[in-house]
């Protein structure tokens, strides 16, 4: 029977403590790297070079800071759903070259099920909001329809992606 690790290595060559390195610096990824080293059982040396490994594999792309903008001045978060009016591969670019000009546009995903995408849009009012939407609706985008929630308040963060859990559904499936 082959371990858990293993079954992991089909898709990475990850160890457990590679793991676990990810997921601490999903958490944080200002945690010095004694502190690292200190919770995943590694000794530093070890650690600073996993963490170099990983980031040079591309494992790692970035590190941010979580702004809270709101200590800054007010936001007005949208969730948009979005259909295009043709569906050829030119009316996907043309509309996410659009997408990715306007910096209120946060995040963007192209879904199936109904609608072609789901945006977020960060503003500083629904006029905001509106001026966006307008500026899309007028680029000759191909938007056929679309649909806002706007965001009351957010009830889970995003906190990065549970890595071990999701490893252990899969493995639970093989």
Do not use: W
Not at 25 to 31: A, S, T
Not at 108 to 137: A, F, K, P
Request: hydrophobic share 35%; charged share 30%.
């Amino acid at each position: 029977m082959t371990s858990l690790v293993e079954r992991r290595s089909r898709h990475a060559k990850l160890d457990t403590f590679d793991l676990r390195i990810l997921e601490v610096l999903q958490r944080d990824g200002r945690i010095s790297n004694q502190r690292l080293a200190d919770e995943i059982a590694l000794s530093p040396s070890a650690c600073y070079e996993r963490v170099k490994r990983l980031e040079r594999a591309g494992y790692i792309s970035s590190y941010r800071a979580k702004v809270q903008f709101d200590k800054i001045a007010t936001t007005c978060t949208n969730i948009v759903t979005v259909s295009l009016n043709t569906h050829r591969s030119q009316d996907f670019r043309r509309f996410e070259t659009v997408v990715r000009n306007i910096p209120e546009i946060v995040s963007c995903y192209e879904v199936g099920g109904g609608v072609d995408y789901v945006l977020t849009v960060v503003t500083i009012s629904i006029q905001h909001y509106q001026d966006i939407i307008d500026r899309i609706l007028e680029s000759e985008a191909g938007v056929e329809r679309y649909t806002t929630c706007i965001v009351l308040r957010e009830v889970k963060e995003n906190a990065g992606l549970p890595i071990r859990h999701l490893l252990d559904v899969e493995a639970e499936r093989h």
